[in-house]
């Protein structure tokens, strides 16, 4: 059971970004934030860094959804730049002014040779089982939808952000795996 919370009118208003979660029972935990991308120096929660790639004003929501062991991350965008890509990551820092404040990916099973310098590009790790990857195709309107499901629940590490990067796809091949080029937009959104 999916719970719809409507915010996108206060978001819109107040420029950031709004959350809800509900505990539908003891498998299953709903998550829902929105976040409307603003400039780097008017932004609380929605970052854009590239304004041509990622509007301002677009509107990205995320739904996290937990339960039996794996967990489903939908992705719908409003707003985004017309007919084109986005690789998009889930990230353990919330967003700040500079897309690398957002951290590197996050990773179920974090690879023990990366560093904050040198993120983790070892396709053991740096894949889309162990981290969360959606591939987000807007249509002419600049909408869109991705969802992708998991092998796993979040324990004491959650991921803090969601980022789109300028590339449609992810690479996947040693010592480039989990690349996506540079960081568009960013919007912290709590996966619990």
Known sequence: MRIVIVVAALVAAAGCAGSGATDTGPSEVNTRQTGVLAEVDAAETAFTYDPTA????????????????????????DRLQPDRGYAVHAHTDPCGPKGTDAGPHYQHEVDPAATPERPSVDPAYANPQNEIWLDLATDRQGNGTAETTVPFTFGDRVPASIVLHEQPHTETEAGRA???????????????
């Open 178 to 192: 989990g690349s996506a080029g540079g960081r568009v937009a960013c919007v912290t959104a709590p996966f619990r």
């Open 54 to 77: 990622a509007p301002i004003g677009a509107q990205l929501e995320l739904e996290v959804v937990e339960g039996e062991g794996r967990t489903t991350v939908r992705l719908t965008a």
